[in-house]
């Protein structure tokens, strides 16, 4: 079970775009930032596969600017 979190920036004035879209991603969850264009993303899948098919829907987001990861964890190891 793959728990990762991310700093999300979107696109210049795209930051409500990238929240819905995030938000209608399964196995994410988000907290935007009140004061800038920055979401806390945290996903939690239930296996290496899931993560890996969700990072790639997360690549093809053209509301994302860029995404770093800032904390990850997997219980399988």
């Known amino acids: ?3 990762l979190s991310f ?5 210049d004035g795209g930051m409500e775009q990238l929240c819905n879209d995030l938000s209608a991603m399964e196995y994410c969850e988000i907290i ?3 004061n800038q264009e ?3 993303l945290v996903t939690d ?3 290496v596969e899931a993560e890996k098919n969700l990072q790639k829907s997360l690549k ?4 994302l600017q860029s995404l770093s990861m800032t904390f990850g964890h997997n ?3």
């Open 75 to 77: 219980a399988e190891q």
């Open 60 to 63: 093809n987001l053209p509301s």
């Open 32 to 34: 935007p930032a009140e």
């Open 7 to 11: 700093l999300a920036l979107p696109q």
């Open 45 to 47: 899948t239930p296996d």
């Open 1 to 3: 079970m793959p728990i």
């Open 38 to 40: 920055v979401i806390v």
